[in-house]
C-alpha cells in the first residue's frame, strides 16, 4: 500500500482510507454490516496496509465510532493509524421520525465541545486525527466555528482538521477566517467526487490544489453505481440491498450519460484484466488533486478491487476515454 502526506500536513495516510459507515448497526440503514459481519474487512483492510479510518458521530447513530475505536485498538498500534471522524447532523437512529433537540447538530461553539467529547469517549482514544465538519452551517458565523474548531486542537483533543462538501467560496470564506485570526485551518476536503460525479473539477479541487489542501472523495464508486451491475430496475428489482433501498443513488446517476460512462469503464475494465471497481478506482487515483479515496466495502473481494487499483497505470488517452461523454450533473451532496 502507498502513503502520501496529507496535504501540507505532516501526516503519513495510506492513499485509501476505509469508510466506516458501511460498519455500524442494520437498525440505521439496512445495509450496514453489525459487529460480527464487519470485523473480517476491517481486519482484511488493515492487513491491505490502510491506515486510515473514516467514520462520523451520526453513522448508525454512534455505533459505528463504537466499532471504529474497537477495532483500531484490536488490529492497530494507535500511533501509527489515522482516525478521521466528523460532525454536523444530529446523533439519531431514525432521522426521518426523531426530532433533534437544541444545540444537537450544526456547528455552533457548544455543540462542537459536546460532539468532540461524545466522539472521543466512542472512539475510546484521547485524540482524533482529523476532526471534519460534515457539512457547512449557514446558521453559525464561521469565526464562531472556526475559533471553537481552533481550540479543540490547541485543547490536544483533535490534530488536525477537515471540511466536506460545500461551495468553494463557502470553504475558502472559512479558510480565510482562520488565517486572518491564526486559527488552525482545514488540512483537508472530503467531497463528492467520482468518474459520474465530476462536478467539483470546476472551483473546489482547483481551490485545493493552489491551497495544498488534501482532496478525500467520499462515494469514489458513485454509492456501488460504478461497480458495473446497477440497472434502471434496481429500486423494484436490485440485486443487492443497497442497489434496492439506496434512493440517493437512483436519484444522484441513473440517467442514460450516466449508464453510457459505466459501458465505458467495462470496456476497458475488461480489456484491462481488472474489475470496473479497480477502474474507477485508479482513474480517481490518477487525478491531480486526489489524495484518498473513502472506500466502502461491505464484502472482502471490494477491497482487493480497491487495493489493486493503487498499482494500476493509466495513459493519458485511457484517463481521456474514460472522461469522454460526461454531461454536467446539478450540484448533489452539498446539504
Given at each position: 500500500?502507498?502513503?502520501?502526506?496529507?496535504?501540507?500536513?505532516?501526516?503519513?495516510?495510506?492513499?485509501?482510507?476505509?469508510?466506516?459507515?458501511?460498519?455500524?448497526?442494520?437498525?440505521?440503514?439496512?445495509?450496514?454490516?453489525?459487529?460480527?459481519?464487519?470485523?473480517?474487512?476491517?481486519?482484511?483492510?488493515?492487513?491491505?496496509?490502510?491506515?486510515?479510518?473514516?467514520?462520523?458521530?451520526?453513522?448508525?447513530?454512534?455505533?459505528?465510532?463504537?466499532?471504529?475505536?474497537?477495532?483500531?485498538?484490536?488490529?492497530?498500534?494507535?500511533?501509527?493509524v489515522v482516525i478521521a471522524t466528523k460532525l454536523f447532523f444530529p446523533v439519531v437512529m431514525d432521522p426521518k421520525t426523531a426530532k433533534p433537540g437544541p444545540n444537537t447538530q450544526g456547528l455552533g461553539r457548544k455543540r462542537i465541545f459536546h460532539a468532540v467529547d461524545d466522539s472521543l469517549r466512542r472512539l475510546g482514544t484521547?485524540?482524533?486525527?482529523?476532526?471534519?465538519?460534515?457539512?457547512?452551517?449557514?446558521?453559525?458565523?464561521?469565526?464562531?466555528?472556526?475559533?471553537?474548531?481552533?481550540?479543540?486542537?490547541?485543547?490536544?483533543?483533535?490534530?488536525?482538521?477537515?471540511?466536506?462538501?460545500?461551495?468553494?467560496?463557502?470553504?475558502?470564506?472559512?479558510?480565510?477566517?482562520?488565517?486572518?485570526?491564526?486559527?488552525?485551518?482545514?488540512?483537508?476536503?472530503?467531497?463528492?467526487?467520482?468518474?459520474?460525479?465530476?462536478?467539483?473539477?470546476?472551483?473546489?479541487?482547483?481551490?485545493?490544489?493552489?491551497?495544498?489542501?488534501?482532496?478525500?472523495?467520499?462515494?469514489?464508486?458513485?454509492?456501488?453505481?460504478?461497480?458495473?451491475?446497477?440497472?434502471?430496475?434496481?429500486?423494484?428489482?436490485?440485486?443487492?440491498?443497497?442497489?434496492?433501498?439506496?434512493?440517493?443513488?437512483?436519484?444522484?446517476?441513473?440517467?442514460?450519460?450516466?449508464?453510457?460512462?459505466?459501458?465505458?469503464?467495462?470496456?476497458?475494465?475488461?480489456?484491462?484484466?481488472?474489475?470496473?471497481?479497480?477502474?474507477?478506482?485508479?482513474?480517481?487515483?490518477?487525478?491531480?488533486?486526489?489524495?484518498?479515496?473513502?472506500?466502502?466495502?461491505?464484502?472482502?473481494?471490494?477491497?482487493?478491487?480497491?487495493?489493486?487499483?493503487?498499482?494500476?497505470?493509466?495513459?493519458?488517452?485511457?484517463?481521456?476515454?474514460?472522461?469522454?461523454?460526461?454531461?454536467?450533473?446539478?450540484?448533489?451532496?452539498?446539504?
Open positions: 500500500m502507498q502513503t502520501i502526506r496529507l496535504g501540507r500536513t505532516g501526516l503519513v495516510v495510506s492513499r485509501l482510507a476505509l469508510g466506516m459507515m458501511t460498519y455500524g448497526t442494520p437498525k440505521w440503514r439496512p445495509w450496514v454490516l453489525d459487529e460480527a459481519a464487519s470485523r473480517p474487512l476491517v481486519r482484511k483492510a488493515v492487513e491491505l496496509g490502510i491506515n486510515f479510518f473514516d467514520t462520523a458521530d451520526m453513522y448508525s447513530a454512534g455505533e459505528s465510532e463504537l466499532l471504529t475505536g474497537r477495532f483500531v485498538r484490536e488490529f492497530c498500534r494507535r500511533e501509527e484521547d485524540y482524533i486525527d482529523l476532526y471534519q465538519i460534515h457539512r457547512f452551517d449557514p446558521q453559525v458565523p464561521v469565526e464562531e466555528t472556526m475559533e471553537a474548531l481552533h481550540e479543540v486542537v490547541k485543547a490536544g483533543k483533535v490534530r488536525h482538521l477537515g471540511a466536506s462538501s460545500m461551495w468553494a467560496w463557502q470553504f475558502a470564506k472559512m479558510q480565510d477566517a482562520a488565517r486572518r485570526h491564526g486559527w488552525t485551518p482545514f488540512a483537508s476536503m472530503q467531497n463528492h467526487y467520482n468518474l459520474a460525479y465530476r462536478e467539483e473539477e470546476r472551483e473546489m479541487l482547483p481551490l485545493c490544489r493552489d491551497q495544498g489542501v488534501a482532496v478525500l472523495p467520499w462515494s469514489p464508486l458513485a454509492r456501488g453505481f460504478l461497480a458495473g451491475n446497477r440497472t434502471a430496475a434496481d429500486k423494484t428489482a436490485g440485486v443487492t440491498s443497497r442497489a434496492a433501498t439506496d434512493d440517493l443513488a437512483q436519484n444522484y446517476y441513473y440517467r442514460a450519460s450516466d449508464f453510457a460512462t459505466v459501458d465505458r469503464l467495462k470496456a476497458m475494465a475488461a480489456d484491462k484484466g481488472v474489475s470496473p471497481a479497480t477502474l474507477a478506482y485508479a482513474w480517481l487515483l490518477h487525478q491531480p488533486a486526489v489524495t484518498a479515496p473513502i472506500v466502502g466495502a461491505s464484502k472482502l473481494p471490494q477491497l482487493d478491487d480497491a487495493a489493486a487499483a493503487v498499482e494500476l497505470r493509466l495513459s493519458a488517452d485511457e484517463l481521456k476515454a474514460l472522461g469522454e461523454g460526461y454531461e454536467p450533473h446539478p450540484v448533489l451532496g452539498h446539504a
